[in-house]
């Protein structure tokens, strides 16, 4: 059985944007200040596939392997949805709708969309301080680490507020379509997902983000007004803000009252009965997602090439659906023959 591993990120929010504006993203992204072109002239990766700024799913995708997600970016039409995605995606989606109902927002700029975003932050965070414990679909974004400028943005699925201990737990949801445990090296990329989720959370909560940070990375007019339907949203919540500018000040605010998250959690989930296989906790270890991020970020920055599995991890090849065209596996193939290495059959 393929282990499946099902990401909304890019998907859906509490207030959801009726008319999507990344065309207007890419289009600006010739303005940015960011690094956009190496030496000789080549966009790099991060500027190229995902228009100057990453989402944590793509982090979590090139833990399993980097040249896949590479693949992922420049075969069309190799991967399609098929049913048990489809399944997992209704999995969070019921959940999602059994903690808040959706509406849909008509959004006219990109500072509409990230209002959106900001706004269902702040639908979390009042959750939490008028008596609700579970927030789901919860945006999140910044800059992981200071040592490299580069935006990550995410979607977290859950998080857990105990008011008696004042803690915020985080939990992910995972479906499964074996019962099987889920193997290290998919428990490995959920983990830098969780991790990641929490270093971007903590920073907003102990200010370390700032609205010019995400203005400059996602190139925003932070006084430009509010669109119709977004000034309305607010007035309905009682918020007079109508621009980011003073949305974001009262959001982080708010933010900077919430504690760090406490644990980490990742739930996985038989699809075939909803039921819940597993649940594990794991520690968060900043010197660990620190190393792996940095070491990440270096293909975005075109600074190399994708990097494919190691022999230890040749396995994943078999269930890859870039098997027959992945020029790592050939190479890696040719040196183990080369060396007449008896692991030739890994590869
Ligand atoms: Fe990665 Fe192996 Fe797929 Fe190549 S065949 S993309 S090395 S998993």
Not at 4 to 10: C, K, L
Not at 51 to 74: A, I, N, P, R
Not at 160 to 181: A, G, V
Not at 241 to 252: G, I
């Amino acid at each position: 059985n393929k282990e499946i591993d099902f990401d909304d990120e890019d998907d859906d929010l509490l207030l959801k944007s009726v008319n999507e504006c990344e065309a207007d993203i890419t289009k600006n992204s010739t303005k940015s200040q960011l690094p956009l072109a190496l030496g000789d002239g080549q966009i790099i990766p991060l500027q190229k596939f995902r228009h100057g700024y990453l989402w944590v799913s793509d982090l979590s995708s090139q833990s399993w392997c980097e040249q896949q997600m590479f693949y992922k970016f420049t075969v069309p039409g190799v991967i399609e949805e098929n049913p048990a995605m489809a399944k997992g995606t209704d999995l969070h989606l019921a959940r999602e709708l059994a903690a808040h109902d959706v509406v849909q927002v008509q959004v006219t700029s990109n500072e509409d969309i990230w209002a959106i975003k900001v706004l269902n932050l702040l639908t979390a965070i009042n959750a939490f301080q008028f008596g609700q414990t579970i927030a789901r679909e919860v945006p999140i974004f910044g800059v992981p680490f200071k040592e490299e400028d580069i935006f990550v943005v995410g979607l977290i699925d859950e998080l857990r507020f105990d008011p008696e201990n004042y803690t915020i737990d985080l939990s992910e949801l995972k479906t499964r379509t074996s019962r099987m445990n889920p193997s290290k090296a998919i428990t490995k990329q959920h983990k830098i997902q969780v991790m990641l989720y929490k270093r971007l959370f903590d920073n907003i909560v102990k200010g370390n983000l700032s609205k010019n940070t995400i203005a400059k990375h996602l190139r925003l007019d932070l006084n430009k007004q509010f669109g119709d339907q977004i000034v309305k949203h607010l007035e309905e919540k009682a918020i007079i803000n109508k621009n980011l500018n003073d949305l974001m000040d009262h959001v982080f605010e708010k933010m900077q009252s919430l504690t760090c998250i406490n644990q980490l959690h990742v739930e996985y989930v038989y699809q075939d009965t909803s039921e819940t296989l597993s649940h594990v906790t794991h520690p968060y270890d900043e010197g660990e997602i620190k190393t792996l991020y940095l070491d990440y970020l270096k293909f975005w920055k075109g600074e190399r090439s994708p990097i494919g599995v190691d022999i230890e991890e040749a396995w994943k090849c078999q269930r890859c659906d870039f098997e027959s065209i992945c020029e790592w596996r050939t190479k890696k193939s040719e040196e183990c023959a080369q060396r007449n290495i008896q692991m030739n059959h890994l590869y």
